[in-house]
């Protein structure tokens, strides 16, 4: 039995009501179940139990077995003194506070059905496993879910990105580049990226960013792509460059066989998204402070509209000429991405370490501006009845998939327990 059931039992009152008793023979009469407690403590608080002729307030505690109080280490916890009724599945053991007085339990019982019911679902094998009810929730219900889980999800990336302020004693630009190497590599090439990010400190690369040529060669050279004999004067003036830049800053460049080249498209490349990375620090001397300044999704776009250099119209690796030639624009849907993991994030962390309101809500219109993602959890949401109107809401869902539904947390989970609720209904 599954405990986080039966506080979810306890708190709908789903139980057989009549004949409730304590251990010891009192008549037990739930006036309030109390408010569920997220946090270290006793489950539910602010409870209003009556046991005999007594009305009591306070907090209820929950197991599946009386013992576990003892187990849980309770009856060394402070907190837990003033638990006036623990509810339980079995009464297989007299607990007792500090004080030697006993604590009222009581055994409450549920049909069989409910916990039927309940194992279905968080056994269910499918993506989402309460696809097949979503739509009997109320939508109200479902949008507020997805505006706090959206929420849940920024405040998630904020501690990674804490981790990192914590790293670089709150440089800013430093972390902004951090995450943007990151995320300028998809899943396919992310950890490469990052190597070469901490391989070149944004102070080096501000340092040369009025130079393309220098950008270029210190990301080319140091991810480890100029070691090859030229055959070309791009190629031949990018070596030569590093080769002076390697020397005067002491850099050790990365190994060649990091990146991935499998099943990515030609113009996802890692040297032409390295080609791009740089026609974006070129073009602006800070790239962080440029954008912690924007307010309009059109800026961002602005910012990010960069194609790579010549050479790249005709090659997506060095050395071989392509037969397609096509100038190399990061296009909206890699920008978007960059919005969506990148940019939103770090501006909502911000806000966080500068308590300003107005640049968290900025964070959230960004988010709010852009199109939902599309990828397959994404089209599994929408074949289960709810369509994400944009990114916020897609990442909700993406959210929804990995940290509910994939660890069947229903039960922690607003449309989930809704669904458990509803299905429950209809068996009473």
Known sequence: MNEDFLQFIWNLGLYDTANLETGEGEKVQVVSAGIQNKDSGPDFYNAKIRIGDTLWAGTVEIHRKASEWNLHGHCNDNAYNNVILHVVEKNDTVIKRKNGEIIPCVEITYPESFMKRYIELSESKQLIPCANYISGVDTFKVQFWLNRVATERLEQKTAGINVLMNETFNDLEEVFHSILFKYFGFKTNALPFEMLERSLPAKLLRKYSHSLQSVESLLFGQAGFLDFDAEDEYSFN???????????????????????????????????????????????????????????????????????????????????????????????????????????????????????????????????????????????????????????????????????????????????????????????
Request: hydrophobic share 40%.
């Open 238 to 428: 990018l070596q030569s460059e590093y080769q002076f830049l390697k020397n005067k800053h002491n850099l050790v460049e990365m190994d060649k066989s990091l990146w991935k080249y499998a099943k990515l498209r030609p113009v996802n490349f890692p040297t032409v998204r390295i080609a791009q990375l740089a026609a974006i620090l070129n073009k602006y001397q800070s790239l962080w402070d440029v954008v912690v300044t924007l307010e309009n999704i059109k800026d961002i776009y602005e910012i990010f509209d960069v194609t790579a250099s010549v050479y790249w119209d005709s090659h997506y690796v060095f050395g071989k000429t392509s037969s397609q030639t096509s100038p190399k624009r990061l296009g909206k849907v890699a920008v978007d991405n960059l919005i969506i993991n990148v940019l939103a994030p770090m501006i909502f962390t911000y806000s966080i370490y500068r308590g300003d309101e107005t640049l968290r809500e900025r964070a959230i219109y960004f988010l709010e501006s852009l199109a939902p993602e599309s990828n397959s959890a994404v089209r599994e949401w929408i074949q289960s009845g709810i369509k994400p109107a944009n990114a916020l809401e897609s990442q909700a869902l993406l959210h929804l998939q990995t940290e509910y539904c994939a660890g069947k947390k229903c039960l922690k989970c607003s449309i989930g327990k809704e669904v458990i609720q509803n299905i429950i209904k209809t068996e009473k």
